[in-house]
């Protein structure tokens, strides 16, 4: 089962911030959402079967275990379109006649390779749940900006934060055996995320350079 239906949805991003600030039971969350309980319960059953809660004697809470694969599978939208492309040159001068199909191949293995290593690292796990325990203390204020907010919506934006991260990233970063490793990832998704150019990018650099920048 596909979890991005369910980071999109707005109910279950409402159940998956209230069960951030504290561990709840079917009811209390019903109640304090003012949603109808059997929806919720339906809700809660895919939230669970697709790894976002855990249920422990009937009381519900984030599965931060599970929740970090989850959130890594969809937080690669621009990394994974841009993977392919690091492997292009290799494969256009080895195999020229399927060097498209070669290079997304090997671009989906080695992101897969990534994928697993995130979600293993506990310096990534932190991350991931400090972010989002932030978020839900955000979400908490009334009539505040982050009311609507899905959780989808914090998956998105995880990858263009680590664009305006990565001089720290660069600088101040632990030099620690662990927290190398990591850095090294996350530097190289934010290179390949910076070195990936869309045919819009493309189109809006050139007018900048046309229009507004000296040579």
């Known amino acids: ?7 999109s949805n ?31 319960g339906k809700l809660l059953e895919r ?10 004697r009937g009381i519900f809470e984030v599965d931060w275990e599970r929740f970090a694969s989850v959130f890594v599978r ?5 990394y994974s379109t841009a993977m ?8 256009l001068e080895r195999e020229p006649d399927d060097f498209i199909e070669a290079a997304c191949a090997r671009g989906e293995r080695e992101l897969a390779k990534i ?16 972010y989002f325990l932030t978020l839900a203390k955000e979400v908490s204020a009334p009539e505040d900006y982050f009311e609507d907010l ?6 998105d934006e995880f990858e263009y934060g680590l664009l305006k991260l990565e001089p720290l990233l660069r600088r101040h970063a632990r030099k620690d055996a662990d927290a190398k490793e990591l850095n ?14 869309t045919p819009t990018g493309e189109a809006l650099r050139t007018a900048f350079e046309r229009n507004l920048l000296t040579e």
Do not use: H
Request: cysteine-free; overall charge positive; aromatic content about 10%.
């Open 74 to 78: 969809n937080a690669m939208a621009i």
């Open 115 to 130: 994928k697993v290593k995130l979600a293993d690292n506990d310096l990534f796990r932190g991350i991931v749940k400090q």
């Open 150 to 155: 899905r959780v989808m919506d914090a998956v």
């Open 184 to 197: 090294k990832i996350l530097r190289d998704w934010t290179k390949q995320v910076q070195a990936y150019d």
């Open 47 to 56: 939230m669970e079967r697709v790894g976002m809660v855990l249920r422990d």
């Open 84 to 91: 392919p492309w690091k492997y292009m040159p290799y494969y």
């Open 10 to 40: 707005r109910k279950a991003s409402q159940i998956f911030f209230s069960l951030l600030r504290k561990r709840m039971r079917l009811a209390g969350l019903a109640k304090l959402l003012e949603l109808d309980k059997e929806e919720v």
């Open 1 to 7: 089962m596909s979890s991005e239906p369910l980071l």
